[in-house]
């Protein structure tokens, strides 16, 4: 529970998970994850679409930094397209 609320400790886990990722022991997903999760708290953007949020009963994306680009960019790190994972999510 103290990474739901803790935003400097959310960044350190941040730092540690990046470097897990860049030595292969992670799946770079847990890091975007997290990084868009601190951008949502932060009122910002995020960059990878993970971060999601109800409207009119069906699951929608947080604001996006980059719209126009968020597949490609996805794409390039091994995610799913955002259209399946908006699919998925809604399927239940």
Known sequence: ????????????????????????????????????KIKKEENLPQIYGTQVCKKEGVWALYKVKDPEKLDSLRKSKGLMPISN???ELNRG
């Open 85 to 87: 994972y908006l699919e």
């Open 1 to 36: 529970q103290r990474l739901e609320n803790d935003l400097p400790f959310q960044k350190e886990c941040l730092f540690a998970l990046k470097r897990a990722v860049d030595r292969e022991e992670a799946p770079f997903e847990h890091y975007a994850t997290l990084l868009d």
